[in-house]
């Protein structure tokens, strides 16, 4: 067994997520719902690691800014419910949305810049439209209808929003037994709404935050006036933030429910394009710190038509890209970096009639703040880091291993006598209660020792401490490195100081 690619790696994340307790489909004993997925116990850690790993990075020990010093940026949790006039003047209730198609037969619902169509080269017939990256039920359809068999290079593939409208009564769309049942496309807003309080008319009308950045511009002024923070310096928040998305795709890369991790840098406007090369530099950097394959990153600056409605005005906006399993060998979204000039606090300081100016005593300037913006996706950073930990090692009886960085590895170090007798679980127990405190450990003296190495290459546990027979004697165990499988004799007293150098170096 090797290690696999494209479709067939994400199908084994996904199972090996599901039997270890990374990620579960949600509400699943009731058919699940689409879009939503549950962390399980390691799924969790790791979530959390990765979380604590960026707020660390971010907020508590930064980079040096480009002049060599520390640069300033403070933490902030604010509600996922705001004033549904925040999202009147951030632009969202007008602009959030993308367009969408329905199919009147199978009421499917898809977003129309994601679906393409299979235009035959030899004759003028029928199209097939399929989801990108799926061509496989369009070639399906298009064998039945053409009654001869056919293969990806008979057709040609093209964009189903780019069809004369007079086309598009020949489309068959993915999931229909006949053509011409897809709607033209219309847009549809992504927020979820919501009601405030026991009555649920249209004055009670709230949502749920699309994007964690709105709280951070309503709370710009609490900030400045309670901190001694002062233009340039960030705001960085980690939460919960919500979709309805079109179409949820691609395991938890697209969900409706997911967490961002998003800083807001404010700078004097003169000040804004350096800051927005420096952070893009950063971001990258900080994801390549994390172990992430210098080949399955890049930066893409966005096109000028695919810009948000809160970057027009800026100089644009920057992605980080992954090679994920299911874009290979193209890439996909992981971060954006947008430069979101003063866009945002302008519209606020207007609608909210509160003045978001900045009077810099030095200069004797007053200025509304430029904003450049790392914003990153906590649960799709998760499945990079799943994806790029996956690995396979046919030489062991089990294979499958999550090479995690020490840094985000859910479980630290796996505690094991080697048999249930002779004083082994106590000396190992004694050993457990010595390291939890330090590390993030698990004791486990269920089956043999091959199948609980197996369980812990599985969960990507980067050593396990074995008691065996030897260790009344010798007063000494045996740790096991996770990625070579090589084993070292190691003196029980020092045990915590030999750990504490290796995960000193992750
Ligand atoms: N405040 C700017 C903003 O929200 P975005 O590019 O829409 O920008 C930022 O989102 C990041 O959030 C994305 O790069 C991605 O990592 C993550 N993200 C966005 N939509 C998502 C979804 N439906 N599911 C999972 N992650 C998502």
């Known amino acids: 067994m090797t290690r696999p690619t494209g479709s067939e790696l994400m199908e084994k994340i996904v199972a090996l997520c599901k039997r270890r307790g990374f990620v579960f489909p949600a509400s699943e004993i009731y058919g699940g719902i689409n879009g939503f997925w549950d962390y399980g116990p390691l799924g969790t850690q790791l979530k959390n690691n990765l979380r604590d790993a960026w707020w660390r990075d971010m907020v508590e020990c930064p980079p040096l800014g480009p002049d060599g010093h520390p640069v300033s940026i403070v933490g902030l949790d604010s509600s996922i419910i705001q004033n549904p006039r925040t999202w009147e003047a951030s632009g969202h209730v007008g602009g959030f949305s993308d367009p969408m198609v329905d199919c009147r037969e199978s009421k499917a619902r898809y977003r129309a810049d994601h679906l393409l169509v299979l235009r035959p080269r030899s004759e003028e017939t029928d199209l097939f439209a399929f989801l990108e990256g799926d061509p496989g039920p369009a070639l399906k359809q298009a064998k039945k209808v053409l009654r001869r068999a056919v293969s990806e290079e008979d057709f040609v593939a093209e964009p189903f929003t780019g069809l004369d409208p007079s086309e598009r009564g020949r489309v068959w769309g993915p999931d229909a037994s006949s053509a011409g049942t897809l709607t033209e496309p219309r847009q549809f807003n992504l927020m979820f709404r919501t009601f405030v309080g026991a009555a649920s008319g249209e004055d009670n009308v709230a949502y749920l935050r699309p994007e964690t950045a709105q709280g951070i511009f309503l709370n710009y002024k609490n900030v400045l006036d309670t901190s001694r923070v002062r233009p340039p310096f960030g705001i960085a928040q980690i939460g919960k933030a919500f979709r309805n998305e079109v179409t949820p795709r691609n395991y938890i890369f697209r969900s409706r429910e997911f967490e961002q991790m998003e800083m807001e840098w404010f700078c004097a406007p003169q000040e804004a394009q350096q800051w927005f090369e420096f952070w893009t530099e950063a971001r990258l950097a900080w994801w390549r710190s994390l172990g992430v394959q210098e080949g399955n990153l890049q930066l893409r600056r966005h096109d000028a038509d695919e810009l948000a409605h809160y970057a027009r005005d800026g100089a644009g906006t920057y992605d980080v890209e992954y090679r994920y399993p299911f874009t290979d060998p193209g890439f996909g979204e992981l971060e954006g970096i947008a430069h979101r000039s003063s866009f945002d606090l302008e519209q606020h300081q207007q609608a909210s ?44 009886p089990s294979p499958e291993i999550m090479r995690f960085p020490k840094r985000l590895a859910p479980i630290q170090v796996g ?92």
């Open 415 to 506: 505690i094991f006598p080697l048999i249930n007798k002779l004083g082994m679980p106590e000396t190992a127990e004694k050993l457990y209660l010595e390291l939890r405190s330090r590390f993030v450990v698990q004791f486990d003296v269920k089956q043999s020792i091959g199948k609980r190495y197996a369980r812990m290459d599985e969960a990507g546990t980067p050593f396990c401490v074995t008691v065996d027979g030897d260790t009344a004697e010798d007063q000494a165990v045996t740790v096991r490195d996770r990625d070579t499988g090589g084993q070292e004799r190691v003196a029980l007293d020092r045990v915590a100081s030999y750990l504490s150098e290796r995960f000193a170096t992750a």
């Open 353 to 396: 009639r509160t003045k978001l100016e900045y009077f810099d005593p030095q200069t004797q300037e007053r200025f509304v703040p430029h904003v450049i913006e790392p914003a990153s996706g906590l649960t799709r950073g998760v499945l990079v880091i799943l994806c790029e930990a996956y690995d396979v090692d046919p030489s062991r």
